[in-house]
T-cell receptor, first 116, second 116 residues
Framework: AQTVTQSQPEMSVQEAETVTLSCTYD???????LFWYKQPPSRQMILVIR??????QNATENRFSVNFQKAAKSFSLKISDSQLGDAAMYFC?????????????FGTGTLLAVQP | EPEVTQTPSHQVTQMGQEVILRCVPI?????FYWYRQILGQKVEFLVS????????KSEIFDDQFSVERPDGSNFTLKIRSTKLEDSAMYFC??????????????FGPGTRLTVT
């Protein structure tokens, strides 16, 4: 069975500073995707960034980047130059590749507060 | 930009009543999903649907639940006899492929179901 663990229920960061959200996962499969989703107060799930397990290079999307450590099964999200609009719940998620379905397995989330 | 839509945004129902939650996936997508999120908890996979049949379902998706794609655009989740513990946010998602790297599930805004 696959599991995703987010050990930080809440985090806080000052505007313009950098914050890192942690995520670890467990799977016996070698081919999978990892994702970070953002859920603002509106509750809409928004994809922030994704990483293919076969790629060694860490994904980057503007101010968002990941540190993917496959051997350690770690997938952290770094937000640089934090903005007030980054305040949200962040979910780490895992999906296996090549199965009958690509269901997402989510962690419990990290609530990020951005202080002005 | 194409988006997944869901109706209603909020549904209040009495215990034991049937409810149907509706979703319109992105038009060229082939894979459809329902997830639920009990308030304050993580997002959980319910069911995936492809080619007019269920491809995978979780243990949550018991005989009280059913899904249907009644026409070429709608994707519905029916709960036959609602229970208090069915109160949650229900998210619909769709994707266009299982095979290509970089696939993404697009989420709708959710339907908040309140069972009284």
């Amino acid at each position: 069975a696959q599991t995703v663990t987010q050990s930080q229920p809440e985090m806080s960061v000052q505007e313009a500073e950098t914050v890192t959200l942690s995520c670890t996962y467990d799977t016996s499969e070698s081919d999978y995707y990892l994702f970070w989703y953002k859920q603002p107060p509106s509750r809409q799930m928004i994809l922030v960034i994704r990483q293919e397990a076969y790629k060694q290079q860490n994904a980057t999307e503007n101010r968002f980047s990941v540190n993917f450590q496959k051997a350690a099964k770690s997938f952290s999200l770094k937000i640089s130059d934090s903005q007030l609009g980054d305040a949200a719940m962040y979910f780490c998620a895992l999906a296996l590749y090549g199965g009958a379905t690509n269901k997402l397995i989510f962690g419990t989330g990290t609530l990020l507060a951005v202080q002005p | 930009e194409p988006e997944v839509t869901q109706t209603p945004s909020h549904q209040v129902t009495q215990m034991g009543q049937e409810v149907i939650l509706r979703c319109v996936p992105i038009s060229n997508h082939l894979y459809f999903y329902w997830y639920r999120q009990i308030l304050g908890q993580k997002v959980e996979f319910l069911v995936s649907f492809y080619n007019n049949e269920i491809s995978e379902k979780s243990e949550i998706f018991d005989d009280q639940f059913s899904v249907e794609r009644p026409d070429g655009s709608n994707f519905t989740l029916k709960i036959r006899s609602t229970k208090l513990e069915d109160s949650a946010m229900y998210f619909c998602a769709s994707s266009d492929s299982l095979d290509s790297w970089g696939y993404e599930q697009y989420f709708g805004p959710g339907t908040r179901l309140t069972v009284t």
